[in-house]
């Protein structure tokens, strides 16, 4: 098992690009969710997917948007890139139901200039 | 609303045992979850404990749980170089996505 995988690694973009940054867990999890992590502020939630076909916002869904294609993928996009989402962003997987333990991937590092 | 609180930091000699506390708010959690986080690298599921312990020892790691107080702790024995780290709490209020901590930073000084 791979777990939990995200594309790319590591990426630069300029202020106004788009992306989209991939997400896969191969264990047949039902819960999805998308994190960025900033110094000093922790983890925040950007949005999240209960089961598949279902998606719902976190803390700070502006400038996102989510789309869970299967069972095993979540991707998040950025339309227009701004320099406040340089961040580190991670996909975590949870097995039941939303509250119940998490499994991350091991990140995007994301640069907007 | 919902808040974990952490201390942000914590120093510890090599050999000597790390005690890293948490104070979360939803008395409804029914779990309560350590992480750690190395350098780079994601969050990884360290320990849990169910919330009707008291108590959940597994090798190294201690977990302490007061539900009156809503306190969580984390005791590391013989901590190690390698235990340098961030350490997330994170409670589960119920049906929604869990409520992690800021984090406490782990420094071993050798």
């Known amino acids: 098992n791979a777990g939990v995988t995200q594309t790319p690694k590591f990426q630069v973009l300029k202020t106004g690009q788009s992306m989209t940054l991939q997400c896969a867990q191969d264990?047949?999890?039902?819960?999805m969710y998308w994190y960025r992590q900033d110094p000093g502020m922790g983890l925040r939630l950007i949005y999240y997917?209960?089961?598949?076909?279902?998606?719902d916002k976190g803390e700070v869904p502006n400038g996102y948007n989510v789309s869970r294609l299967n069972k095993r993928e979540f991707s998040l996009r950025l339309e227009s890139a701004a320099p406040s989402q340089t961040s580190v962003y991670f996909c975590a997987s949870s097995p039941f139901w939303i509250g119940s333990e998490q499994y991350f991937g091991p990140g995007t590092r994301l640069t907007v200039t | 609303g919902e808040d974990v609180e952490q201390s942000l930091f914590l120093s510890v000699r090599e050999g000597d045992s790390s005690v890293i506390n948490c104070t979360y708010t939803?008395?409804?959690?029914?779990?309560l979850y350590w992480y750690k986080q190395e350098p780079g690298a994601g969050l990884q599921l360290l320990t849990y404990?169910?919330?009707?312990?008291d108590m959940k020892q597994d090798q190294r790691l201690t977990v302490l749980l007061n539900k009156k107080d809503k306190h969580l702790s984390l005791r590391i024995a013989d901590t190690q170089t390698g235990d340098s780290a961030i350490y997330f709490c994170?409670?589960?209020?119920?049906?929604?996505?869990?409520?992690f901590g800021k984090g406490t930073r782990l420094s071993v000084i050798a």
């Open positions: 939803d008395s409804s959690s029914t779990y």
């Open positions: 994170a409670e589960n209020p119920g049906n929604t996505p869990l409520v």
């Open positions: 997917s209960a089961s598949e076909g279902t998606t």
């Open positions: 264990m047949n999890h039902n819960s």
């Open positions: 404990i169910f919330s009707n312990m």
